[in-house]
């Protein structure tokens, strides 16, 4: 009897790390992209923000003009700053827009961030309580929405944009008529 | 050709951990004593054959061989030698070599050193660390290959290390954390050979500390090295960000440090065996997730496990397998394990236990706080963040008790003390360290009262630790009988110098984040601004260009009432390969305070330079504490007792346990 309640108490190391293993392995199941697919073929949400970089500017989403990317990125974002320099060198490329959303942020920190990292975005939208963040469906950041010229989304990127994603999947939705040539 | 020599040797090596796993173990459970003393030359030819897969990559850096996949998106022609060395580690599929190699070392180490262990035993940690190398093996041969080759056409340059890694800390920051990480195999390797064997006494701990104590020192010196990289690259002269990377390598350090303090207790008095044995696999199973979480990408962001599925699943699988069944083994040998030894509800044992609680809750909680993103997804609760408040409150109040009992634990005894007695010894401790603190805080008139109360609360268990400390030194050392002092062993100064590297660390903790300084300013040239007492003129800037990148230098010239103090360089530059821009902080360092001036932009009319400012007094002491602590470990791992032939210890050990020996 005392046996086996010690053999119950030695098991309990065990069944936690069996618990976050299936936890885990939830996540890994999941692909991201599938994740609010009802958002795909929409317009993006309605919305009107002040801009970052001039606060008593309100941006709304008709001044969103597409083909564009939308990225949501944040200061506190580690992955943000592994992501930042590729979109630098994204906008510099012919017509490559892109909308910076900068989600849950304190503003000094943002305003940093853009001081130090430089700024590849045509405007940056501030969505300090994340409600647009709700809107689009978003987790965290970064993560980036490929919108058309209607400003539909066609494509919702879950995690950092590198050159190897540019290039085999956000590149082909956004310009289209190029890889046709 | 020399990438196919590494590709071949990583295979080889792979052959090999497979007859390092499987021979011995077999050869042990069957009794044959030819499969048993296969495991020592195997481990010789995996670290041969892992070395020249290692070496192999490092030459294709020093060598600018950009047909190699992994050398063009990591180096740049112009790069530095140094940093094209370093990049060997500077992305995943290197890391990960980089990984392999460090186990090899260590159990190559194991090899050469446990002579004195029984063949059986020495053959089983062997094929465990083997078993682990087999892991790993196919994880790199058969998901992240360092050596693939991009061919015909190959780049003629490569896309340049991220220059954030261009910088001495990260050459050296890497090779200690990882020698860290995988120096908790080792112990890992002891606990579930004690496990099979159903033998987990004193002179298994005596086995096990000095591993442990060899990886905890690699493991402190790893994070510090990381937390002082962050301020000095990042710019913005935070240290410590509780970012999932950060907490990846701080878990296995806490465990690891509640693990060094069990085995004390198990080595000394034959308690606590199976929470160490518990304690061993949960440091490396921690270092596991650690290891992953950074170089996989797993938790930067909350969903990177999705974002290479295969390798996602290769690590959930392996992690799975190592530590499930390490569990397994653990739930059914250890509970029949017998307990033994008593010890009275207040004694040394005690405080040992209530260190290793808080220091596994404290990896615990860190560790929901880091995985909460994944929670919140699964449970459905919304989009709750989880950020460094939750971290700072959690950990304050965690580590208050640990510190105030790390002062008393080198006094009570082992198995039973008076309160009597503690209270004698400790209480010219509490009357200073309540003095101390008070003036400290109703020094800081402009701070807030919670402030002050934290302030108070710091310096309190700063003098209160390092009085103990010395006091205790000073009552030990002492002979009975004359005025001379006697020699005590080197892990009992090794202890101390640890407790008082810590007491260093809570103090810079406390005071620079709360004293510090930090202004954003516009700078116009030959014009100077005051921050915190302290004049810095700004002369102006000039433009220089560096090996692969071109530069903006700033000189500020500081003076502290007219005297001069010092000559600031911040600076900022732009990566060639890259285009990316990096902000130098400069930095003019000295225990009591940090000077750091990082240059921001220029601003668009005009010479004028915004520019950010920090003083941070004590900010250094944090770095300096952990490298007091990792200094205490070398000292104990010195310590003569773990070189003296293990049997004749295990002999004479009973006169070893007297209160004078330092735990």
Known sequence: MVQSKRLVLYLLPLTLFVGLTLLLYSELGQDPTLLESQLIGQKIPEFSKPLLMKPDVIITDKDIHGPALLNVWASWCPSCYHEHPFLMKLSAIQGVQIYGINYKDQRADALKYIQDQGNPYQGIIVDENGRLGIDLGVYGAPETFVIDKDNKIVYRHVGVVTEGVWESILKPKLLPAEVTK | ?663
């Not at chain 2, 048993?36 to 030359?41: D, F, K, Q």
């Not at chain 2, 790993?136 to 998901?143: K, W, Y």
């Not at chain 2, 304690?279 to 996989?296: D, E, K």
């Open chain 2, 1 to 663: 050709m020399i990438p196919e020599i590494g590709n071949l040797a990583l295979s080889f090596a792979l052959a090999i951990a497979l007859v390092q796993f499987f021979v011995p173990l077999v050869g042990a459970a069957t009794n044959r004593w030819r499969w048993i003393l296969v495991a020592g030359p195997a481990t010789i030819g995996q670290f041969i054959f892992v070395a020249i897969a290692f070496v192999s990559l490092s030459w294709s850096f020093y060598a600018n061989d950009f047909s190699v996949q992994f050398v063009a998106s990591h180096s740049y022609r112009t790069l530095p030698l140094a940093y094209r060395l370093a990049a060997t580690w500077g992305g995943h599929e290197g890391a990960l070599l980089l990984w392999i190699f460090m186990l090899n070392v260590w159990s190559l180490a194991v090899t050469l050193m446990s002579q004195n262990l029984p063949a059986i035993t020495r053959a089983r940690v062997l094929a465990i660390l083997g078993g682990l190398s087999v892991g790993f093996l196919s994880f790199i041969i058969f998901t992240s290959n360092p050596f693939t080759r991009v061919l015909p056409n190959f780049p003629l340059d490569g896309a340049d290390l991220n220059p954030l890694l261009q910088d001495f800390g990260m050459v050296i920051h890497p090779p200690m954390l990882y020698m860290g990480y995988v120096g908790f195999a080792v112990a890992f390797a002891f606990a579930i050979t004690a496990l099979i064997e159903g033998q987990i006494d004193s002179l298994w701990a005596k086995w096990v500390r000095p591993w442990t104590l060899g990886a905890w020192i690699f493991l402190t010196s790893g994070v510090a090295l990381g937390s002082w990289w962050a301020y000095y690259e990042l710019g913005w002269g935070g240290w410590w960000f509780w970012d999932p990377v950060e907490n990846a390598s701080f878990m296995p350090w806490l465990i690891g440090t509640a693990l060094l303090h069990s085995l004390a207790a198990t080595e000394k008095r034959g308690v606590f065996k199976a929470w160490t044995i518990l304690l061993s696999i949960a440091a490396f199973s921690f270092s596991l997730l650690g290891t992953f979480l950074v170089r996989s990408g797993v938790l930067t962001s909350v969903h990177a496990f999705a974002n290479d599925p295969v390798r996602g699943a290769f690590i959930l699988s392996f992690l799975g397998i190592v530590i499930g069944s390490s569990l397994v083994l653990f739930a059914f040998r250890a509970s029949s394990v017998s307990v033994s030894g008593w010890f009275d509800w207040f004694s040394k044992e005690l405080l040992l236990l209530i260190n290793n609680l808080l220091l596994t809750v404290s990896a615990i909680m860190i560790l929901m706080g880091t995985l909460f993103p994944i929670f919140a997804e699964v449970f459905d609760w919304g989009k709750i963040s989880v950020g460094a408040p939750y971290f700072n409150l959690i950990f304050t109040v965690l580590m208050t008790p640990l510190v105030f009992l790390v002062g008393l634990g080198p006094i009570v005894n082992w198995r039973q003390y008076s309160k009597q007695q503690l209270g004698k010894q400790s209480l010219l401790a509490a009357i200073f360290a309540l003095i101390l603190g008070g003036i400290t805080a109703l020094l800081q008139s402009q701070q807030l009262l919670t402030d002050k109360l934290q302030i108070f609360l710091g310096v309190f268990l700063v003098v209160w630790l390092i009085f103990l400390v010395s006091q205790d030194l000073l009552q030990k050392s002492k002979s009975h009988n004359s005025f001379k002092f006697k020699k005590m062993p080197n892990s009992f100064y090794g202890m101390h110098l640890a407790h008082i590297g810590l007491a260093f660390a809570v103090l810079g903790v406390v005071l620079s984040s709360h004293l510090s300084v930090e202004e954003n300013l516009r700078v116009s040239p030959n014009h100077q601004v005051n921050v915190a007492g302290y004049d810095f003129k700004f002369e102006g800037v000039q433009e220089f260009r560096g090996s692969n990148y071109d530069g903006i230098r700033g000189l500020f010239i500081v003076s502290h009432h007219g005297d001069f103090v010092a000559n600031l360089q911040p600076e900022k530059r732009r990566y060639h390969a890259s285009g990316q821009w990096m902000t130098e902080a400069a930095i003019d360092p000295a225990l009591s305070r940090d000077l750091y001036v990082a240059l921001g932009e220029q601003l668009p009319e005009g010479q004028d330079w915004a520019v950010r400012i920090y003083v941070k007094p004590f900010v250094r002491c944090i770095w300096f504490g952990a490298l007091l602590m990792a200094l205490g470990g070398l000292f104990a791992v010195s310590d003569r007792r773990y070189r003296k032939k293990l049997k004749s210890q295990w002999l004479g050990s009973k006169d070893d346990s007297t209160s004078m020996e330092p735990i």
